[in-house]
Nanobody, 115 residues
């Protein structure tokens, strides 16, 4: 059974940085995509960044110039570094794993950007 556990959220001042980490277990040995989504208060969940085993890295326009996603397929981890944080980056960040037609989610970690 696939399990995703996020860590690294918290309160950060505007302009600061943080790194979110996700540890996965129960993964299948198949082409897959891991990534991060976020859900701001009152808004729909949206893609932040993703990385596929056989495809490109994708960033949302809102973070592409100030973020880096990395994946370790041996350790089954995916990390997201966010820099120059803004108030609009506030939200719950969810780790995601897609394989075939299956889609798995972590429980999320809250990021609050505020002074």
């Amino acid at each position: 059974q696939v399990q995703l556990v996020e860590s690294g959220g918290g309160l950060v001042q505007p302009g600061g940085s943080l790194t979110l980490s996700c540890v996965a277990s129960g993964l299948k040995f198949s082409p897959s995509t891991m990534g991060w989504y976020r859900q701001a208060p009152g808004k729909q969940r949206e893609l932040v960044a993703s990385v596929s085993t056989r495809g490109p890295i994708v960033y949302s326009d809102s973070v592409k110039d100030r973020s880096t996603i990395s994946r370790d397929t041996v350790a089954n981890t995916v990390s997201l570094q966010l820099n120059s944080l803004k108030a609009e980056d506030t939200g719950v960040y969810y780790c995601n794993y897609k394989v075939g037609t299956s889609n798995f989610w972590g429980k999320g970690t809250l990021v609050t950007v505020s002074s």
